[in-house]
């Protein structure tokens, strides 16, 4: 999977146990004004490529807008489209600078737009970014659904053995890593989506868990590449003794988007 990262905070995985996708199958160069919710549409877009050399970035909605730091277009695409569960390989069409490429971006509404933005739904937030690609990068794409390979997350024997949050602490960054994976308020959607990252198959939620848990998974990163050093625990071995789940091979549906136009952005 391309972009894969070796260690990042993820904020995108936080906003994904909040998103319900917008039903919009087709963006072809639209003006703002037609596909954003209630007529809200980021004012002041600013888009200029990242100094940072690293790979780990940040991305998140503000009360007045949309802040991402050393993000490749291909993320915001991933945000915008609420495709977390979907690896790179499922976004066809996409030019090689926007899966390489990183920016900074800030997006502000008006100020006389502040109010209704804060009142918008996380998915109605999303078709504004969705907006802010098409009027910014000039996407034209397509959005649709086929049958593919993926790993089907379900109870291991004996049940799960994940942890409820009850503590009453706001939900905090999940963190993906070499060999770690770990979130406080989180829910199974924003697992799956960490899970697909590293596997590089899409993950479906069987496990009909449907509340809030505290997550902490530990493995033996050589180990899923059959190396004999460190403790020899795969990532797989792990979900099951640590949080008694297990994957399936199997079919099901993938999201995609097929590009058909994209083009960089004017450094403003």
Same mark, same amino acid.
Request: proline share 5%; glycine share 8%; net charge neutral.
């Given at each position: 999977?391309?972009?894969?990262?070796?260690?990042?905070?993820?904020?995108?995985?936080?906003?994904?146990?909040?998103?319900?996708?917008?039903?919009?199958? $087709?963006?072809?160069?639209?003006?703002?004004?037609?596909?954003?919710?209630?007529?809200?549409?980021?004012?002041?877009?600013?888009?200029?490529?990242?100094?940072?050399?690293?790979?780990?970035?940040?991305?998140?909605?503000?009360?007045?807008?949309?802040?991402?730091?050393?993000?490749?277009?291909?993320?915001?695409?991933?945000?915008?489209? &609420?495709?977390?569960?979907?690896?790179?390989?499922?976004?066809?069409?996409?030019?090689?600078?926007?899966?390489?490429?990183?920016?900074?971006?800030?997006?502000? #509404?008006?100020?006389?737009?502040?109010?209704?933005?804060?009142?918008?739904?996380?998915?109605?937030?999303?078709?504004?970014? $969705?907006?802010?690609?098409?009027?910014?990068?000039?996407?034209?794409?397509?959005?649709? #659904?086929?049958?593919?390979?993926?790993?089907?997350?379900?109870?291991?024997?004996?049940?799960?053995?994940?942890?409820?949050?009850?503590?009453?602490?706001?939900?905090?960054?999940?963190?993906?890593?070499?060999?770690?994976?770990?979130?406080?308020?989180?829910?199974?959607?924003?697992?799956?989506?960490?899970?697909? $990252?590293?596997? &590089?198959?899409?993950?479906?939620?069987?496990?009909?868990?449907? &509340?809030?848990?505290?997550?902490?998974?530990?493995?033996?990163?050589?180990?899923?590449?059959?190396?004999?050093?460190?403790?020899?625990?795969?990532? $797989?071995?792990?979900?099951?003794?640590?949080?008694?789940?297990?994957?399936?091979?199997?079919?099901?549906? #993938?999201?995609?988007?097929?590009?058909?136009?994209?083009?960089?952005?004017?450094?403003?």
């Amino acid at each position: 999977m391309g972009n894969r990262l070796k260690s990042v905070v993820w904020e995108i995985a936080i906003l994904a146990s909040a998103v319900t996708v917008l039903s919009c199958q $087709q963006l072809h160069g639209q003006s703002t004004t037609e596909i954003a919710p209630n007529g809200v549409k980021y004012e002041v877009v600013s888009i200029k490529p990242s100094p940072e050399e690293t790979q780990r970035f940040n991305a998140h909605f503000t009360p007045t807008g949309f802040s991402a730091r050393n993000i490749t277009p291909l993320m915001i695409m991933r945000l915008a489209f &609420g495709l977390f569960n979907s690896n790179d390989d499922l976004f066809s069409g996409v030019p090689a600078w926007a899966q390489s490429e990183r920016f900074d971006v800030e997006a502000k #509404v008006a100020e006389a737009d502040t109010e209704k933005y804060g009142k918008l739904s996380p998915s109605e937030r999303l078709g504004v970014l $969705q907006a802010m690609l098409a009027n910014t990068f000039h996407l034209e794409a397509i959005r649709g #659904v086929r049958e593919g390979k993926v790993y089907l997350l379900l109870p291991a024997k004996g049940g799960a053995k994940v942890k409820a949050s009850n503590d009453g602490q706001p939900p905090s960054p999940a963190e993906l890593s070499r060999g770690h994976i770990a979130g406080h308020d989180m829910l199974m959607k924003s697992l799956v989506s960490l899970l697909t $990252q590293k596997f &590089g198959t899409t993950v479906i939620d069987k496990t009909g868990l449907t &509340g809030k848990y505290d997550i902490t998974l530990n493995w033996d990163p050589t180990a899923d590449q059959a190396s004999t050093t460190g403790d020899g625990t795969t990532l $797989q071995a792990a979900l099951k003794e640590q949080l008694g789940l297990r994957l399936e091979a199997g079919t099901g549906p #993938v999201e995609i988007l097929t590009v058909q136009r994209m083009e960089r952005p004017a450094e403003n």
